[in-house]
């Protein structure tokens, strides 16, 4: 079966300007999560969506980031007015179930801020 | 808060020779643990995981973790490495049974490099 998939691949985009991400994860899962990954800062939490309930929102670094999940599937995290420090790989991944189930993880968008 | 911790950076084996990876982690209880691996512009893919039960674990491409409570460790070996293993292992920690609090705490990875 077809595993988490993130489009685009890879971004390359001007200070100020905003940006989407999009995640598609696996049919089924009901869990949704986003990490970012950095240099110098490893992996880090993001956000996550489970199923109709609240997102746990605790790891958005600033008020310029947000996401949502539509359906139940598909999520978007939006950065607005982009900085240089948020050049990164964006990973999503989901799991069929909250509370430590296995995560699978997509294969990440880059995203360079020039 | 959980936490993870992979002491080495950066580790070199020989091709053939044997692997071990650390991981220490600090949290309240009994932890998920998990080790990922990721090559080079790739994401990251599950090697093994330890919710419950026998402490040690078997994975893909023949990888295995020993859960030691005494130690809080989950320390990841391999007999013999092949070339083909070199990529950078993350270790992580999920808290069982907490609802909203399902997001993964990452070591910093262990960049390894096998020469031939």
């Known amino acids: 079966g077809a595993g988490v998939s993130q489009s685009p691949s890879n971004k390359v985009t001007e200070k100020g300007k905003d940006v989407e991400l999009r995640c598609d994860p696996i049919?089924?899962?009901?869990?949704l999560y986003w990490y970012r990954q950095s240099l110098g800062q490893g992996l880090e939490f993001l956000i996550y969506?489970?199923?109709?309930?609240?997102?746990?929102k605790s790891g958005l670094p600033s008020d310029r980031f947000s996401a949502e999940r539509t359906g139940g599937s598909v999520s978007t995290l939006t950065i607005q007015r982009t900085q240089q420090e948020d050049s990164a790989v964006y990973l999503c991944?989901?799991?069929?179930?909250?509370?430590?189930?296995?995560?699978?993880f997509g294969p990440g968008t880059r995203l360079l801020v020039l | 808060a959980q936490s993870v911790t992979q002491p080495d950076i950066h580790i070199t084996v020989s091709e053939g020779a044997s692997l071990e990876l650390r991981c220490n982690y600090s949290?309240?209880?009994?932890?998920?643990l998990f080790w990922y691996v990721q090559s080079p512009g790739q994401g990251l893919q599950l090697l093994l995981k330890?919710?419950?039960?026998?402490?040690l674990v078997q994975g893909i491409k023949g990888f295995e973790a020993e859960f030691k409570r005494s130690q809080s460790s989950f320390n990841l070996r391999k007999p013999s490495v092949h070339w083909s293993d070199a990529a950078e292992y993350f270790c992580?920690?999920?808290?069982?049974?907490?609802?909203?609090?399902?997001?993964?705490?990452f070591g910093t990875g262990t960049r390894l490099q096998v020469t031939l």
């Open positions: 992580a920690v999920g808290a069982p049974g907490t609802g909203t609090a399902s997001k993964l705490t």
């Open positions: 330890y919710f419950s039960g026998d402490t």
């Open positions: 991944a989901s799991s069929p179930l909250a509370g430590g189930e296995t995560q699978y």
């Open positions: 949290y309240g209880a009994t932890p998920y």
């Open positions: 049919s089924g899962h009901t869990a």
């Open positions: 969506f489970q199923g109709n309930s609240a997102p746990d």
